[in-house]
């Protein structure tokens, strides 16, 4: 009985069509499953569905290296998130794009010190929290760290330690940031840290991946192998065209700091 009702969960409205069912030819229900077909086993759907993309990519995909997977995730939301994945990857993405918009510019700007991350006894808090930054000329910036005065050692070391070619002077509480001069060096040491960025981002994507295919096999005992293998897939794919795009943001990003 039990078997019974967890069978009659609703199924995806496409395959409850007649129309779909006699155009697409599905077959009648599994021996064993206690609902027809139609009625709505949807387990049975799922995997008779699964099974036939399957079979396609499998056809469309000789002769060829590689076929491209594009499963619909309602069909495998019981398994993973397809669509929470895919916006995890989003957010890699994004994240390096805000990366490369403040911090890595041939012009150094007092908004690319906002958020350097300062260590101090109490934790760890972006610079313009701690302390006032201004621009003095266009070869000098001014952290006063009037408000924090306990911090100015921490903040000038956060300032120095930031990536982005910055000597701080420490005068009391006031730190005067010179800005370096646009240089060749400056240049390729700018391109340097945007490659380091990207592979820091491609990081943090691989991670993303590594824990949906792992969610992915948790479910190896209950689904079959062939669904696994195209969910994997799918997956990999997605971290394949993530990184992809990581590559051309690098290459525009590298074309405009080397000029």
Known sequence: MALALRCLRPVPSLVLRPSFAMGRGLPQA????????????RQCVQQMLLSRQLATKKAKGKGQSQAKVNISAALVEDII???ETSEDMQAVIEALKEDFSRNLNVRTSPGALDHITVMTKDGKFPLNQLGQISQKSPQLMIVNMTNFPESTAAAAKAIRESGMNLNPEVDG???????????????????????????????????????????VKKFKNSVSEDTIRLLEKQIQQMADEASTEMDKLLAAKTKELLG
């Open 30 to 41: 599994p021996r064993g499953c206690p609902a027809p077909l139609l009625e709505g086993c």
């Open 173 to 215: 509480t006031v730190i005067r940031v010179p800005v370096p001069k646009v240089t060749r060096e400056h240049r390729e040491s700018l391109a340097k840290l945007a490659k380091q960025s990207t592979n820091k981002s491609k990081e943090a994507l691989r991670k993303v991946r590594s824990k949906s295919i792992t969610q």
């Open 81 to 83: 998130n397809l669509e």
